[in-house]
């Protein structure tokens, strides 16, 4: 992949290959090489150098001299020390590359035919020569997926965790591991999934929902009302349910003012909504003790 001239630059000039492509998917190329960058960037130095390589662009630096002011290297040192990276981190496919691109497309073939064993027996091929590979088509995906057909629910769970511990992301299936973990007990491992997607996803008002129910379940009611919070602030759509939900957090921690406060909110949306009378009305009986 970076081997040639062809198909990499000198970080010195990766832009080039966004703004003056001389090849087909040059640009897709050079996106991926920016990124494993960034990758090699945050492993060396860290991500205060990351943040250093942006002030330094936000100043109209240049990327060989930012990379020289931050890192402390000539951008010669660096393709060096990036190669390496490559190698260390991603020789595995570069070694089987060939061998690598026919497996992924018996793979997608295989999904389109249902032939559930024989993606087990692909997918586990690949995840032998690289078990730390978590892009869009990992491997993990296909064999949680044929795994899961196949009414085998741990594995499926386990092929799933392996792809997020190892820093993989992809949202629906994260989301379908976070129900999976829910529905064997496993609530911890759910929020910290559900967490994960937040952090690359923090306009998601669902998965804010979704998440502060799990942390009102656990008993973690302050951490609800922050996730209710966001999911209210975004604007969505069933905002009664949404000032329920931020009512149900005030409720837990004692507060039976903002409790009331948000009740009447979603009252006032959705004057027959069930839950939130109910919990008006045990508001009510309780009376004022335990307002903050």
Not at 37 to 47: A, L, N, T
Not at 106 to 128: N, T, V, Y
Not at 245 to 251: E, F
Request: glycine share 6%; hydrophobic share 40%.
């Amino acid at each position: 992949m970076w081997r040639c001239r062809k198909t990499a630059f000198p970080v010195a000039e990766l832009d080039e290959g966004f703004l003056r492509p001389t090849y087909e998917q040059q640009v897709i190329v050079s996106y991926m090489q920016a990124g494993l960058i960034c990758q090699f960037i945050d492993r060396d130095y860290g991500v205060a150098a990351l943040r250093g390589l942006l002030d330094q662009y936000r100043d109209g630096t240049q990327t060989g001299t930012a990379i020289e002011a931050v890192l402390g290297i000539s951008p010669a040192e660096f393709d060096q020390d990036f190669a390496q990276f490559v190698r260390t981190e991603h020789g595995a496919i570069l070694d089987n590359l060939e061998d690598w691109q026919r497996t992924q497309v018996s793979i997608q073939q295989k999904l389109s035919d249902g032939d559930w064993p024989g993606i087990i027996e692909l997918a586990r091929h690949m995840l032998d020569l690289l078990p730390q590979y978590v892009e869009p088509d990992s491997p993990y995906l296909s064999l949680a997926q044929a795994r899961e057909e196949m009414g085998e629910r741990p594995q499926a769970v386990a092929a799933l965790e392996k792809f997020w511990r190892n820093g993989g992301y992809d949202p629906v299936a994260l989301k379908r591991l976070c129900d999976w973990l829910v529905e064997a007990e496993r609530t911890d491992d759910a929020i910290a999934v559900l967490q994960s997607v937040n952090l690359v996803d923090p306009l998601d008002q669902e998965l804010h929902g979704r998440l502060g129910d799990l942390l009102l379940d656990a008993g973690r009611a302050e951490d609800a009302l922050a996730e209710y919070s966001i999911a209210l602030s975004l604007d969505p759509h069933d905002r009664a349910t949404a000032y329920y939900r931020v009512a149900s957090a005030y409720h837990e921690l004692g507060n039976n003012e903002q409790t009331e406060d948000h009740l009447l909110q979603a009252l006032d949306v959705a004057p027959n909504f069930r839950p939130a009378q109910r919990l008006l009305l045990d508001v009510m009986r309780a009376g004022p003790n335990n307002q903050h």
